[in-house]
T-cell receptor, first 115, second 115 residues
Framework: GENVEQHPSTLSVQEGDSAVIKCTYSDSASNYFPWYKQELGKRPQLIIDIRSNVGEKKDQRIAVTLNKTAKHFSLHITETQPEDSAVYFCASPRKFSGGYNKLIFGAGTRLAVHP | DTAVSQTPKYLVTQMGNDKSIKCEQNLGHDTMYWYKQDSKKFLKIMFSYNNKELIINETVPNRFSPKSPDKAHLNLHINSLELGDSAVYFC??????????????FGPGTRLTVT
């Protein structure tokens, strides 16, 4: 199917702890894996993405790892802060007729960081 | 931040009415999208246009009709509104090159409430 499975659906951590969100995709041809952050009442915004030619990418406190064999990728947030509280979405492209891609989004993870 | 803008931001209307949402992007992208985000935060693509050509047309009721007058604009017209149409509708845009997938930039969203 087209599903991108995302876990957990909710995650509660203490400030300073790490948070990990995992997604599994089904299309072995997928080659681009973005993560979006959506704060309450705001638009989704890209925070990090990875392409299939690398296994890991870091940007300050956030990192994404990709395991193409297992078809899963994960978002890692270290030293969490209250402002990290948001809904996080993973996504994976699915090719369809005409050679175009559409992004299939996971169901989202609501992260709450408690001071 | 007016890279992708939508109007109106809020729309409250009664069942059976017809309404339109407008979207504009000034990023020079040639691909635009409409997404629906329901109360459970699930992001589902509805339509996509590439250079004014409809390339994605998901299983959406015929009451929804997109229109792209040029590459920078994508509008969504909804006829005979129903209670189940209540959601946040996001416009997005991205660049495109062949079958590669790139970051999508989302608009601020239009919260539609049908009473």
């Amino acid at each position: 199917g087209e599903n991108v499975e995302q876990h957990p659906s909710t995650l509660s951590v203490q400030e300073g702890d790490s948070a990990v969100i995992k997604c599994t995709y089904s299309d072995s041809a997928s080659n681009y894996f973005p993560w979006y952050k959506q704060e309450l009442g705001k638009r989704p915004q890209l925070i990090i993405d990875i392409r299939s030619n690398v296994g890991e990418k870091k940007d300050q406190r956030i990192a994404v790892t990709l395991n193409k064999t297992a078809k899963h990728f994960s978002l890692h947030i270290t030293e969490t802060q209250p402002e990290d509280s948001a809904v996080y979405f993973c996504a994976s492209p699915r090719k369809f007729s005409g050679g175009y891609n559409k992004l299939i989004f996971g169901a989202g993870t609501r992260l709450a960081v408690h001071p | 931040d007016t890279a992708v803008s939508q109007t109106p931001k809020y729309l409250v209307t009664q069942m059976g009415n017809d309404k339109s949402i407008k979207c504009e992007q000034n990023l020079g992208h040639d691909t635009m999208y409409w997404y629906k985000q329901d109360s459970k935060k699930f992001l589902k693509i509805m339509f996509s246009y590439n250079n004014k050509e409809l390339i994605i047309n998901e299983t959406v009721p015929n009451r929804f009709s997109p229109k792209s007058p040029d590459k920078a604009h994508l509008n969504l017209h909804i006829n005979s509104l129903e209670l189940g149409d209540s959601a946040v509708y996001f416009c997005a845009s991205s660049r495109s090159r062949g079958s590669a997938t790139y970051e999508q930039y989302f608009g601020p969203g239009t919260r539609l409430t049908v009473t």
